[in-house]
């Protein structure tokens, strides 16, 4: 009954919330506003009142994941129905958060003239995706385009970008997304691009060439590169070759060289991209110029990242904080001067995901790879990021202790909070590949 309570509303919740606005309702639209809103309605969660439990729930619910930050960690809440309450909700607010996650980003821009790197950063405001720029020259990125944009999808605004400005994605790493120039070298000649919401896809360019060892026989061989937005953690996707769709109407359908073929092919951490060729076999003879491809790749996301906030450095020791699968508690903080006056800290963290399943278990090294910082409440103060990655190990508890050291304190350690960004579980999404009229060159010589 609850269950069933909980997806009605949270059903209601995603139609009447637009895609790409503000997941705030107009009443409650700042940060102090929410929490003060969660905190107003939490304690009739576990009332006596079946109407104000229900009025409750509703509200809550009405607020979607943004108040997750603001539910209290289990531990603290003595009501055993309101602790079961919290439960429930924060599960069901999970669950859509990571749904909402693997959603295409939104972009609007409407500019007569803007710099790229201007544009670049409306960009990242409102996807929440970052981009590498490190590669280009400030030439490239003060250089002024004209650019109108309404509520396109990020890849789609990304390949107006390279129509105006001769810029197309290079590869993505945990930095952002890298672009290079567009040139008559690498530019999209005989390549075909397809967009699935969150996911770019590229084909191409097609190489064709005789089949060793059988006569009359070539072989084609389309690559491929896909990509997902930047703020997205793709773990792994998989796919066999049989249900690809690839052919044109002169020939038909092309048969695969290995029609059993089934690949399990892993993102990295360095290249979040994934590549991989379909091959093919033809008549020789066959007269192939174009080719449609069409078919699907399962992709498993590390989906709701959300950040976990403790409170100040010298009070978060022993501090706890849980979402979904996902449980961090603080081992030790130190702060430390050096001869030379340089301050430092040291955070070790404690990290437990006590959710099963095969994406947990087969990808234990994604779970290490997550975004953690220094936040001040001075908002003109930029985030400390820890210096030389992290030291492993593991407790006595079988928990994995990570810990970080973040250089240059120059506020007074009370005012830094350790901040730790994760997602909350794994999803699966089936990326759609559609593409048209691939060009396909003469064979080559052997």
């Given at each position: 009954?609850?269950?069933?309570?909980?997806?009605?509303?949270?059903?209601?919740?995603?139609?009447?919330?637009?895609?790409?606005?503000?997941?705030?309702?107009?009443?409650?639209?700042?940060?102090?506003?929410?929490?003060?809103?969660?905190?107003?309605?939490?304690?009739?969660?576990?009332?006596?009142?079946?109407?104000?439990?229900?009025?409750?729930?509703?509200?809550?619910?009405?607020?979607?994941?943004?108040?997750?930050?603001?539910?209290?960690?289990?531990?603290t809440v003595k009501d055993a129905a309101e602790r079961e309450a919290i439960r429930r909700l924060a599960n069901a607010l999970e669950r859509l958060h990571a749904r909402e996650s693997l959603l295409p980003s939104a972009v609007s821009v409407d500019e007569a003239s803007i710099s790229l790197g201007t544009l670049l950063q409306r960009v990242s405001q409102q996807t929440g995706n970052r981009f590498d720029l490190s590669?280009?020259?400030?030439?490239?990125?003060?250089?002024?385009?004209?650019?109108?944009?309404?509520?396109?999808?990020?890849?789609?605004?990304?390949?107006?970008?390279?129509?105006v400005g001769q810029l197309q994605p290079a590869t993505c790493t945990a930095e952002g997304l890298q672009f290079e120039k567009t040139t008559s070298e690498n530019g999209v000649v005989g390549q075909a691009i397809s967009l699935d919401g969150a996911f770019r896809v590229e084909a191409g360019p097609v190489i064709r060439r005789p089949v060793v060892g059988q006569a009359g026989r070539d072989l084609i061989r389309i690559p491929i590169t896909c990509l997902s937005e930047p703020r997205l953690r793709p773990l792994l996707a998989t796919f066999a070759i049989r249900e690809f769709r690839t052919g044109s109407p002169s020939i038909g359908r092309c048969n695969p060289f290995d029609p059993q073929a089934q690949l399990e092919l892993s993102f990295g951490t360095a290249d979040r991209a994934i590549r991989w060729s379909l091959d093919y076999v033809v008549d020789s003879a066959a007269d192939v110029m174009q080719l449609d491809v069409a078919g699907q790749v399962q992709v498993l996301l590390?989906?709701?990242?959300?950040?976990?906030?403790?409170?100040?450095?010298?009070?978060?020791?022993?501090?706890?904080?849980?979402?979904?699968?996902?449980?961090?508690?603080?081992?030790?903080?130190?702060?430390?001067?050096?001869?030379?006056?340089?301050?430092?800290?040291?955070?070790?963290?404690?990290?437990?995901?006590?959710?099963?399943?095969?994406?947990?278990?087969?990808?234990?090294?994604?779970?290490?790879?997550?975004?953690?910082?220094?936040?001040?409440?001075?908002?003109?103060?930029?985030?400390?990021?820890?210096?030389?990655?992290?030291?492993?190990?593991?407790?006595?508890?079988?928990?994995?202790?990570?810990?970080?050291?973040?250089?240059g304190l120059e506020q007074p350690f009370a005012n830094y909070r350790f901040v730790y960004r994760a997602p909350v579980s794994v999803a699966s999404h089936a990326v759609a590949i559609d593409v048209k009229r691939l060009p396909v060159p003469a064979a080559t010589k052997p």
């Open positions: 009954m609850h269950d069933r309570f909980y997806a009605w509303l949270l059903l209601g919740w995603m139609v009447l919330s637009p895609a790409g606005a503000a997941d705030v309702p107009p009443a409650v639209s700042s940060e102090s506003r929410i929490r003060r809103e969660v905190e107003r309605l939490l304690p009739g969660l576990g009332a006596d009142d079946l109407m104000t439990r229900s009025d409750s729930r509703t509200r809550l619910i009405e607020l979607g994941p943004q108040i997750l930050p603001y539910l209290p960690d289990l531990a590669n280009l020259d400030s030439q490239v990125i003060d250089s002024k385009h004209s650019i109108r944009l309404q509520n396109a999808t990020f890849w789609a605004a990304i390949g107006e970008i390279d129509r590390a989906a709701g990242e959300m950040p976990l906030v403790f409170p100040s450095l010298p009070e978060c020791q022993g501090a706890e904080r849980s979402r979904g699968g996902l449980s961090v508690r603080i081992h030790s903080v130190e702060e430390l001067t050096s001869n030379d006056g340089l301050r430092s800290a040291i955070v070790a963290v404690d990290v437990v995901y006590d959710r099963g399943g095969p994406g947990f278990e087969s990808h234990q090294t994604w779970s290490l790879h997550n975004d953690v910082r220094l936040t001040t409440r001075d908002e003109g103060a930029a985030d400390l990021l820890p210096t030389g990655g992290m030291t492993t190990e593991r407790s006595a508890d079988g928990a994995l202790r990570l810990k970080y050291r973040f250089m």
